[in-house]
């Protein structure tokens, strides 16, 4: 059974600081691509970040951009994201999910997710 268990969410003012991870489990030794969605109150899914299985090739969207770095521990079974400069507008639940293909997970576009974990939320407020 697949599971993808996010953690690190949390509150943190304008300009700090988090790292989130993720744990995935039920993949047997196969590492695939990873990414990071997130959502906001009343908006819908937005893809992150995306790596893939070796992590040699990371994407970004352009609002993180400089600021997210996705990073992944083969070894741990592990995918991270580490946030800096959080701005309000960043405030979300934060989801690591499998992607169908290399090419989603890099870029965001047509996106497919074959699996999803339960989420972490991010508030970044005052």
């Known amino acids: 059974q697949v599971q993808l268990v996010e953690s690190g969410g949390g509150l943190v003012e304008p300009g700090g600081s988090l790292r989130l991870s993720c744990v995935y489990s039920?993949?047997?030794?196969?590492?695939?691509?990873m990414i990071w969605v997130r959502q906001a109150p009343g908006k819908g899914l937005e893809w992150v970040s995306g790596?893939?299985?070796?992590?040699?090739?990371?994407g970004y969207a352009d609002s993180v951009k400089g600021r997210f770095t996705i990073s992944r521990d083969n070894a741990k079974n592990t995918v991270y994201l580490r946030m800096s400069n959080l701005k309000p507008e960043d405030s979300a639940v934060y989801y690591c999910?499998?992607?169908?293909?290399?090419?989603?997970?890099?870029?965001?576009?047509?996106?497919?997710?074959?699996?999803r974990g339960q989420g972490t939320q991010v508030t970044v407020s005052s």
């Open positions: 999910a499998r992607p169908r293909t290399t090419d989603s997970a890099l870029t965001g576009q047509k996106l497919e997710l074959l699996h």
């Open positions: 039920g993949f047997g030794r196969t590492h695939f691509p």
């Open positions: 790596i893939t299985n070796g992590g040699a090739s990371e």
